[in-house]
Structure formats: C-alpha cells, structure tokens
C-alpha cells in the first residue's frame, strides 16, 4: 500500500494523424464534459502540490547531488548550462512558488498540450507515488520537472494522441528532447514502472479533489469514471507499463552485447539551450 503523503491527505506529438499510444480504443467520451473549464481542476491541483512543497519545507529534507532524486532538480542543469541563467533568473526559479504560480504552470502547459483533464488526476497519483516509494521531498526547483513528467506519462496512459517528448521540449525549452527522454525514463525508474491505474485508486483522488469544491460542484470539469472507462483505464495503464518495460529491457540487452566497446555515436546533445523565456515559467 502506497504512503499517504501530504498529496492524499490534503482536503482534498501532436504527433502524426495515424500515430496512436501503446493502446487504442477512447476511454475519453463520457468521462470529460465537453471543452470543459479546467481552471478548477488545475487549481485544486496546484493547492496540494504547494501544500505538500510548505510540508516538506518545514521539516527541512534535502536532496543529495548525488541522489537518483537530483536528477529532478532544477540545480543539475543549471550547473551544466551555466551561461543560460543569470542571478535574477536563478533567484526566480528557487523562490517557493505560490499556489497561483504553480496553477499558471499547469495550466499554461494545459493550453499548450491540451492534454485531458483526466491526466491532473493521474498526474498527482504519480507523484504521490514517487513520494511513495523514495520519500522524495518537493522543493521550489523540482517540482516543475516532477508536473512535466508525471503528465507526460499521463497523456500516454490516457489520451489516444499524445504529445511527443520533443513537443514537451518546445513547451518548455528549459529541458532538451534528449533530457526529457532520460528524465521520463528516471521518472518510471522510481515509481518502479508502476504506471498503473486502479479504477478505486482513480475515484479516490478525483473525490478528493472535488472535495475542495464541495460547495460549487457544478463547475467541476470531470464527472466520475463509469464502470467501462475505469475499466479502460486499468488496461491502458498496465499496457504502457508493459510496453515500456519491454523496451527498457531491449535496451539493457543491447548494452550488454555491446559490452565494453566504446560507444561513438551517442545520442547528440542539442547545443541549441533555450534560455527559460516560455511564458509557462511563471515568474511573476
């Protein structure tokens, strides 16, 4: 049984026409209400995420450099790009965001990526996960690769079209294509490729959610799961979790075949680093 974090007890590419995620079959059609209004969703969100980050604040808990968890942090790159960031610019990204900054966030990569508003759900499931399983604490400069990941693998497992990593690095160019695929990989590494989804796992957080609009439910943008989608969902979770583990061990096969033959032709890091100018920063 998952930990319960602050996350659960708080009252709470485009890609080609034809290309599809590891599954097909919609499990969309009755669960969203049409074009909804998302802003209450992506609010009750980022309440939890700030309130888990003043929590984890509090007690102090850090995260080593050398920790598998540093691969989350935004201090890894800077340290690596150094000439892309002025002072201004890094005393930006380690003030602790309020729960508007952290809304304008999601919600700006919500307008970019149009990703349903299932996958808000998702994405807290899989955060809280990661919490979970290696006590990760949230701080000012992770959570923002921790949302980006967490929805990422989200619109895999839910939409039928989805986003590519290369359309998330132009989203957000504080990440390369090339980072953003090590990080999604690091991201399912930690949670122990648990991608899946349980139709009452589901229903709990989305309660939960709701909750913080007990008195105005009806503009709530997501309606309950039925019997059939929350079906759905548990299939499409445990086929990309599948899928992708398949293709994890395909490639430590080939590494190890390789052995210890020097690898020239690496993946080519992009030198193009896009100084962090994407109006979904929040910087304000």
Not at 9 to 34: F, G, L, N, V, Y
Not at 51 to 68: A, F, L, R, T, W
Not at 257 to 281: D, M, Q, W
């Amino acid at each position: 049984m998952e930990k319960k974090s602050m996350l659960q007890r708080t009252r709470i590419e485009h890609k080609d026409p034809d290309q599809k995620s590891s599954t097909t079959s919609s499990i969309m059609a009755s669960s969203t209400i049409t074009k909804p209004d998302v802003k209450s969703m992506v609010h009750a969100v980022a309440t939890i995420l700030q309130s888990q980050m003043m929590e984890d604040g509090s007690v102090g808990k850090q995260i080593m450099p050398h920790s598998d968890l540093y691969f989350f942090c935004e201090e890894k790159y800077i340290t690596e790009k150094p000439d892309a960031f002025d002072e201004q610019r890094l005393a930006l990204l380690k003030e602790t965001p309020t729960v508007d900054n952290i809304y304008e966030f999601i919600q700006a990569l919500y307008d970019c990526a149009q990703f349903s508003p299932e996958c808000c759900v998702i994405c807290l499931i899989y955060i809280n996960r990661l919490i979970a399983f290696t006590g990760m604490p949230l701080h000012p400069t992770n959570w923002r690769p921790l949302v980006l990941c967490s929805l990422l693998v989200g619109q895999k497992v839910w939409d039928d079209r989805y986003l590519s990593n290369a359309d998330f690095a132009f989203i957000y160019p504080f990440f390369t294509t090339e980072e953003i695929n090590r990080l999604e990989g690091k991201f399912l590494e930690l949670i122990q490729y648990n991608v899946t989804v349980k139709a009452s796992l589901y229903a709990k957080y989305y309660y939960e959610l709701r909750t913080l609009y007990k008195d105005n439910q009806k503009e709530f943008p997501l309606t309950p799961l039925n019997t059939y989608d929350a079906g759905k969902l548990e299939i499409r979770s445990r086929k990309y979790q599948d899928a992708f583990t398949d293709v994890t061990k395909e490639k430590e096969k080939m590494s190890s075949t390789i052995g210890s033959v020097e690898t020239i032709k690496r993946e080519k890091k992009s030198t193009g680093f896009a100084v962090i100018n994407c109006y979904i920063l929040c910087t304000n």
